[in-house]
Nanobody, 123 residues
Framework: QVQLVESGGGLVQAGGSLRLSCAAS????????LAWFRQAPGKEREFVAA????????YYAISVKGRFTISRDNAKNTGYLQMNSLKAEDTAVYFC????????????????WGLGTQVTVSS
């Protein structure tokens, strides 16, 4: 079992930045690919970004590519999502999730999920 806890969400103005963290416990994070998903009110959960188990490969949704950066520090058992140039449409609850390799953009492939952290971008 892996427990995941997200943090770093909050209220930010459009154009601002936030850095989300995903702290893992129970098992070493290096055994898993890690991803971020988000869900806005009234919408389905959508893929944001993924990173392979050792951090050498990343994959982004088109809507965030060039603005968001996913990373991980396996020594700290923590994953990150740096979000820059935030837009109002980025407002959502952000979830981190992990799965055994390889990484995927489908939420159906992820076994463990955090409870999420709210990101609100004011325009």
């Amino acid at each position: 079992q892996v427990q995941l806890v997200e943090s770093g969400g909050g209220l930010v103005q459009a154009g601002g930045s936030l850095r989300l963290s995903c702290a893992a416990s129970g098992r070493t994070l290096s055994s898993y690919a890690l991803a971020w998903f988000r869900q806005a009110p009234g919408k389905e959960r959508e893929f944001v970004a993924a990173i392979n188990w050792w951090g050498g490969f990343t994959y982004y949704a088109i809507s965030v590519k060039g603005r968001f950066t996913i990373s991980r520090d396996n020594a700290k058992n923590t994953g990150y999502l740096q979000m820059n140039s935030l837009k109002a449409e980025d407002t959502a609850v952000y979830f981190c999730a992990v799965t055994p390799p390889p990484y995927s953009s489908s939420d159906n492939d992820y076994d463990y999920w955090g409870l999420g952290t709210q990101v609100t971008v004011s325009s």
